[in-house]
């Protein structure tokens, strides 16, 4: 295994198993995308194996596997690559950058609707399901305190 320091602009971080693994960020809005690359067919598990050998870290972190992408493949003269996502998201930065506080969802909120940090935590849940960016968070929380 070979690791090098990790900076977010489009870098090497290691090979393992014959597969390199790169980080990059498209903009400030999208999470960190990191893609496995080789020339022979590999499937997610492998992929996932490589991903955590070169970067002991992502066991700690909300990585979630996108797709196989033969474009992302092709940016790197690489035949496969397959791409993940690392969220940064967490209840509190969330929570700081709402418009509105815990206490006033407590407030307007009714009997059974759940709790502010489960609120949180659905949306986070959510927003990483899909591929949504910071952003998308935010506006979901907004839109859904506006309409309760």
Request: include cysteine.
């Amino acid at each position: 295994m070979e690791t090098k320091e990790i900076n977010t602009e489009n870098s090497y971080i290691g090979s393992s198993d014959g597969r390199d693994v790169y980080i990059y960020r498209n903009s400030a809005s999208n999470p960190l995308s990191i893609c496995v690359l080789s020339d022979e067919y590999f499937g997610i598990e492998e992929a996932w194996d490589t991903l955590m050998e070169v970067y002991p870290d992502a066991g700690f972190k909300h990585i979630v596997f996108i797709e196989f992408d033969k474009g992302v493949a092709g940016d790197y003269n690489s035949q496969y690559a397959a791409v993940f996502h690392e969220y940064d998201l967490c209840p509190e930065l969330l929570e700081n950058a709402l418009s509105f506080t815990r206490e006033e969802y407590e407030k307007k909120m009714d009997d059974g609707i759940v709790s502010f940090d489960d609120f949180l935590k659905n949306i986070i849940e959510t927003v990483i399901e899909e591929g949504g960016t910071f952003e998308d968070a935010i506006f979901i929380a907004e839109d859904a305190f506006s309409k309760s």
